[in-house]
Nanobody, 128 residues
Protein backbone atom coordinates (compact mmCIF):
# COMPACT_ATOMS: atom_id res chain seq x y z
CA UNK A 1 0.00 0.00 0.00
CA UNK A 2 1.18 3.53 -0.70
CA UNK A 3 0.02 6.87 0.60
CA UNK A 4 -0.06 9.68 -1.96
CA UNK A 5 -0.43 13.25 -0.75
CA UNK A 6 -0.98 16.06 -3.23
CA UNK A 7 -0.29 19.72 -2.62
CA UNK A 8 -0.01 22.98 -4.52
CA UNK A 9 -3.53 23.57 -5.77
CA UNK A 10 -5.27 26.91 -5.56
CA UNK A 11 -7.22 29.67 -7.24
CA UNK A 12 -5.46 31.55 -10.04
CA UNK A 13 -6.36 33.72 -13.01
CA UNK A 14 -6.15 32.52 -16.59
CA UNK A 15 -2.60 32.63 -17.88
CA UNK A 16 -1.03 32.00 -14.50
CA UNK A 17 1.08 29.04 -13.38
CA UNK A 18 0.81 26.48 -10.61
CA UNK A 19 3.03 23.63 -9.53
CA UNK A 20 1.43 20.54 -8.05
CA UNK A 21 3.44 18.09 -6.01
CA UNK A 22 2.72 14.53 -4.88
CA UNK A 23 4.63 12.86 -2.07
CA UNK A 24 4.61 9.06 -2.01
CA UNK A 25 5.24 6.94 1.05
CA UNK A 26 6.53 3.76 -0.56
CA UNK A 27 10.02 2.32 -0.53
CA UNK A 28 9.79 1.10 -4.13
CA UNK A 29 8.76 4.47 -5.58
CA UNK A 30 11.57 4.44 -8.13
CA UNK A 31 10.16 1.28 -9.76
CA UNK A 32 6.69 2.56 -10.62
CA UNK A 33 5.06 4.74 -13.22
CA UNK A 34 3.24 7.78 -11.85
CA UNK A 35 0.53 9.98 -13.27
CA UNK A 36 -1.76 12.94 -12.80
CA UNK A 37 -5.47 12.77 -13.55
CA UNK A 38 -8.17 15.37 -13.09
CA UNK A 39 -11.90 15.49 -12.62
CA UNK A 40 -14.07 18.51 -13.26
CA UNK A 41 -17.58 18.81 -11.76
CA UNK A 42 -20.04 16.63 -13.63
CA UNK A 43 -17.34 15.04 -15.78
CA UNK A 44 -15.42 11.78 -15.76
CA UNK A 45 -11.89 11.58 -14.43
CA UNK A 46 -9.44 12.16 -17.27
CA UNK A 47 -5.77 11.53 -17.89
CA UNK A 48 -3.44 14.53 -17.74
CA UNK A 49 0.14 13.23 -17.76
CA UNK A 50 2.22 10.21 -16.81
CA UNK A 51 5.89 9.45 -16.33
CA UNK A 52 7.88 6.23 -16.41
CA UNK A 53 9.79 4.88 -13.42
CA UNK A 54 13.02 6.38 -14.75
CA UNK A 55 11.53 9.73 -15.68
CA UNK A 56 12.77 9.36 -19.25
CA UNK A 57 9.39 8.72 -20.86
CA UNK A 58 6.36 10.96 -20.46
CA UNK A 59 2.85 11.13 -21.90
CA UNK A 60 0.39 14.05 -22.01
CA UNK A 61 -3.17 14.59 -23.05
CA UNK A 62 -3.31 16.74 -26.15
CA UNK A 63 -4.91 19.76 -24.51
CA UNK A 64 -2.02 20.24 -22.05
CA UNK A 65 0.92 19.52 -24.35
CA UNK A 66 3.32 22.46 -24.36
CA UNK A 67 1.76 23.91 -21.19
CA UNK A 68 2.19 21.19 -18.55
CA UNK A 69 5.33 19.31 -17.57
CA UNK A 70 5.46 16.20 -15.39
CA UNK A 71 8.66 15.35 -13.54
CA UNK A 72 9.79 13.12 -10.71
CA UNK A 73 12.50 13.00 -8.08
CA UNK A 74 13.17 9.40 -7.12
CA UNK A 75 15.49 10.45 -4.30
CA UNK A 76 12.65 12.39 -2.66
CA UNK A 77 9.73 10.13 -3.70
CA UNK A 78 7.92 12.99 -5.35
CA UNK A 79 6.24 13.66 -8.67
CA UNK A 80 5.40 17.18 -9.79
CA UNK A 81 3.15 18.75 -12.39
CA UNK A 82 4.20 22.20 -13.59
CA UNK A 83 1.19 23.92 -15.13
CA UNK A 84 1.72 27.06 -17.20
CA UNK A 85 -0.68 29.21 -19.20
CA UNK A 86 -3.61 27.88 -17.23
CA UNK A 87 -7.05 28.08 -18.77
CA UNK A 88 -10.51 28.00 -17.15
CA UNK A 89 -10.95 24.56 -18.75
CA UNK A 90 -8.15 23.28 -16.52
CA UNK A 91 -10.34 23.77 -13.46
CA UNK A 92 -10.69 20.41 -11.70
CA UNK A 93 -9.60 18.30 -8.78
CA UNK A 94 -6.18 16.91 -9.65
CA UNK A 95 -5.22 13.43 -8.50
CA UNK A 96 -1.85 11.75 -8.22
CA UNK A 97 -1.76 8.06 -9.13
CA UNK A 98 0.75 5.22 -8.85
CA UNK A 99 1.01 2.00 -10.88
CA UNK A 100 2.03 0.14 -7.74
CA UNK A 101 1.36 -3.38 -9.01
CA UNK A 102 3.94 -3.20 -11.82
CA UNK A 103 7.63 -2.36 -11.79
CA UNK A 104 10.00 -0.98 -14.39
CA UNK A 105 7.41 -0.59 -17.14
CA UNK A 106 9.12 1.08 -20.08
CA UNK A 107 6.17 3.16 -21.23
CA UNK A 108 3.94 4.86 -18.65
CA UNK A 109 0.22 4.02 -18.73
CA UNK A 110 -2.41 6.58 -19.67
CA UNK A 111 -5.66 5.03 -18.47
CA UNK A 112 -7.03 5.18 -14.94
CA UNK A 113 -7.64 1.42 -14.77
CA UNK A 114 -3.88 0.82 -14.94
CA UNK A 115 -3.23 2.75 -11.73
CA UNK A 116 -4.10 1.17 -8.42
CA UNK A 117 -3.16 3.80 -5.85
CA UNK A 118 -4.65 7.27 -5.67
CA UNK A 119 -4.28 10.40 -3.64
CA UNK A 120 -7.13 12.45 -2.19
CA UNK A 121 -6.80 15.20 -4.77
CA UNK A 122 -6.07 18.92 -4.78
CA UNK A 123 -8.38 21.58 -6.20
CA UNK A 124 -7.22 23.79 -9.04
CA UNK A 125 -9.51 26.66 -10.01
CA UNK A 126 -8.71 28.97 -12.93
CA UNK A 127 -10.80 32.11 -13.27
CA UNK A 128 -11.29 33.91 -16.57
Amino acid sequence: QVQLVESGGGLVQAGASLRLSCAASVGTFNRHAMAWFRQAPGKDREFVASISWSGRVTEYRDSVKGRFTISRNNAKNTVDLQMNSLEPEDTAVYYCACDLSRSWIGHPPTTSSEFDSWGQGTQVTVSS
